[in-house]
């Protein structure tokens, strides 16, 4: 077998993937229409460490995600990861070196993530995300904050279709609470309350049947409280203590301050929401778009996890995962064009074409030469398999020879009126 068809065989590790001209362009497109909206929120930009160490990382991230991360070790022997999530690493630069900053601090970052999941259609072992951290702020105008500047992201991007559901962790928290359950068994409820699996919820109850009948009807219940801003009302029935009323009264605080940013009719509420990151102690969100089985967007109040790293704060947050939104996107019909460019352009032995690319590309043309020395009838057939829309070759110094679909046009070199009127038609 030989080197090529070696690698070609098999050109890359399950879970990574190229991205190409055209998908690569939409990436850098929607990285800056983030860029541009989180500015306007007054967020700055970081940048993170790819690999830290692996105890770091592994900081309130959960069962799930431990268990996906890739470690490895350096030349000393210490344990290192490749970052999981980006909201760890940003905790740990805020308690480390941010921590005496004015506060409240606005950050936001873009970076791969890596995470060992089984393969499926969106979910890939390396992906991008983008988001924002709101730092040293508690409280529903923060929270409420970090859902708008959401939607807004999602808007940025190019989606016309899409969903928040906001819910909040302290619901299921105090319920586990109130029902005082073994291990074992609030495990299999968080579990089911996560798939929103009725009949699993059923069989749990029968097999803990000391519950009394409220904590059995909250249970049963849960799954149900999906749905716009009404379902707030309706899960006060099943409130069994403090901690359940207290969760309440935030997303009612939130859902009010949503409507006043106008995004309230992207923004439905789940009850039910159960999340597989530890460090979420508030409101939980998370960005959904139509044929997708998986979010988009996820996010929440961590106000524990910078304690970890340095002085605690109020955190809430979010990250896109960018690689999501390029599919949604596609089902959604939302494409992006390959980069084009305006001109090719012959160039070889001729000094002068060179100035002449020079003076179009600062006029803000996009322009090609040729290597090959092509003839013109080859030029042009070339720059028409490549969808460039104008072949130019000169046939002395002061003569400029534009060639598009509508035929051949000759005109004054030096009269860059008269060549960018055409080369801009």
Known sequence: MTDRNRFTDRPLPEGVRDLLFADTAAFRAMTAALQATWSAWGYREISLPTFEYADTLATDVGATVDAEMYRFFDRHGRTLALRPDMTIPTARVVGTRLYDQPMPLRVAYVGSVFRYEPPRAGRQHEFTQAGVELIGAAGALADAESVALAVAALQAVGLPEFSITVGHIGFFRGLLAALNLPERAAHQLRVAVDRKAEAELARLLVENPSLPPLARNAVLTLPRLTGDGRILAEAEAICLNTTMMRALSDLRAVAELLTAYGVAEHVTYDLAEVRDLDYYTGITFEGFAPGLGFNLISGGRYDELIGHFGPP??????????????????????????????????????????????????????????????????????????????????????????????????????????????LNR
Do not use: F, M
């Open 313 to 422: 704060l109020a955190a809430v947050g979010w990250a896109l995962t960018l690689d999501r939104v390029l599919l949604a996107r596609e089902l959604q019909g939302v494409v992006y064009a390959e980069p084009r460019v305006d001109v090719l352009l012959a160039a070889q032995n001729c000094a002068r074409c060179l100035a002449w690319a020079a003076r179009a590309r600062n006029l803000g043309l996009k322009v090609e030469t040729d290597p090959l020395g092509l003839t013109p009838e080859a030029l042009w057939q070339a720059a028409q398999a490549r969808g460039i829309p104008r072949a130019v070759y000169h046939t002395d110094a002061h003569l400029l020879h534009v060639q598009d679909r509508s035929g051949t046009h000759t005109l004054a070199a030096d009269d860059w009126q008269e060549v960018a009127s055409w």
